[in-house]
């Protein structure tokens, strides 16, 4: 049909244009993010435009689902205001009609909802995770720049060397500076290398002077020592432990439906559920007087957006906390917003008012009497 393939087309240029917006956002967002945490330590610098290329990569199910949404109601409002929705009518058509070319255009914009919710979501967790660790696992050592002061990672330390030396494991001129059990602890060696002990890894000193003092000024303690042992990374090798929830693969959430990993399955089901309500949820409240600016319009778009998806993220802590079951929860969720998206579609396609109710109650009361 012409109409539907016209409808198609301005669909598809409102959401490309509403896409290229929203990921241009979030990627400086998701930058500045980025640096922030490359300047606290937490991401290694060179790694910056990858983690930040990941992190868009999981949010892409809610960009996608945000970019649908405002494109049908962006797509609606304006032919409410050029009148085209009047002949539409006028023609014999109710709103109702738009459902199959919308679900048409939107089921691409779904299926990529769904692949990245399942898929991609815990792919990309899993990259960016794994970069952290990696970056994490790296001893305070190498952290330190020559010349220049550091914190070490769990910033309790702070470490100056003048790293002279063949490789990243041995240094000379250490200085570190730390506050334990109320004290000020400062100690300085000529050189130091690397050693695994017990799994742990030590910066062991040689040839240094430690100083203790009280942090209220009380009292100070200077000894000497030949060889010093200082615990400054974490474990040599990975210790094995249990992979966010988040990294999990879909899979790994329904081979193990414990509560977290329900939480999760909630969410990440919750994305492709919530973005075709929002389909139905935009064509229901496109209407718009033409007479009226469509700012208003899109603000409680916007509003019912935000309101979808916080309740999905609180859905997520409910189920994984035990509060409600995951069946019970969907259905009370969607559900419910498929109900209301329906019950308000099927107003406005037959024009329902209360206005109208009451009006034709009094006419019948007055029939009766």
Not at 326 to 350: S, V
Request: include cysteine.
């Amino acid at each position: 049909m012409l109409f539907h393939s016209s409808l198609r087309k301005e669909l598809s240029r409102s959401f490309g244009a509403t896409l290229v917006v929203l990921v241009t956002i979030v990627m400086t967002m998701m930058l500045i993010r980025t640096l922030g945490l490359a300047a606290k330590g937490s991401v290694n610098p060179s790694d910056v435009f990858l983690v930040m290329t990941y992190t868009v990569l999981g949010y892409m199910p809610t960009i996608l689902s945000l970019c649908l949404f405002i494109s049908i109601v962006g797509t609606l409002s304006r032919m409410y205001r050029d009148s085209e929705m009047v002949i539409w009518f006028a023609s014999g058509r109710g709103l109702a009609e738009f459902l199959r070319p919308l679900f048409g255009f939107a089921w691409p914009i779904l299926l990529l909802i769904a692949v990245f919710a399942l898929v991609g979501w815990p792919w990309a967790n899993s990259q960016t995770q794994g970069m952290r660790q990696q970056y994490e696992r790296r001893s305070d050592i190498e952290r330190v720049a020559p010349g220049e002061f550091r914190e070490s990672a769990g910033r309790l330390r702070v470490f100056f060397i003048d790293k002279d030396a063949p490789d990243s494991a041995t240094a000379n001129n250490v200085f570190i500076s730390s506050i334990e059990r109320n004290l000020q602890i400062i100690t300085s060696a000529r050189s130091g290398h690397m050693e695994d002990v017990d799994g742990k890894r030590f910066l062991l000193l040689s040839n240094g002077q430690r100083l203790e003092r009280t942090l209220d000024g009380e009292g100070i303690k200077i000894s000497e020592f030949e060889t010093y042992g200082a615990k400054v990374g974490g474990r040599s090798s990975d210790a094995p432990g249990a992979a966010p929830v988040r990294t999990r693969t879909t899979l790994a959430l329904l081979r193990d439906p414990s509560r977290p990993n329900l939480g999760e399955l909630a969410w990440r089901l919750g994305m492709l559920l919530a973005g075709a309500n929002f389909v139905l949820l935009a064509l229901a409240l496109s209407s718009v007087n033409p007479r009226v600016g469509r700012s208003g319009n899109y603000l409680f778009a916007l509003f019912a957006f935000i309101l979808y998806y916080n309740l999905l993220n609180l859905g997520q802590n409910w189920v994984g906390s035990g509060k409600y079951s995951l069946g019970g929860f969907m259905l009370a969720l969607h559900g419910g917003a498929l109900l209301l998206g329906l019950l308000w579609l099927l107003k406005r396609h037959y024009n329902w008012g209360l206005m109208d109710a009451l009006r034709s109650r009094r006419i019948s009361k007055a029939s009766n009497a």
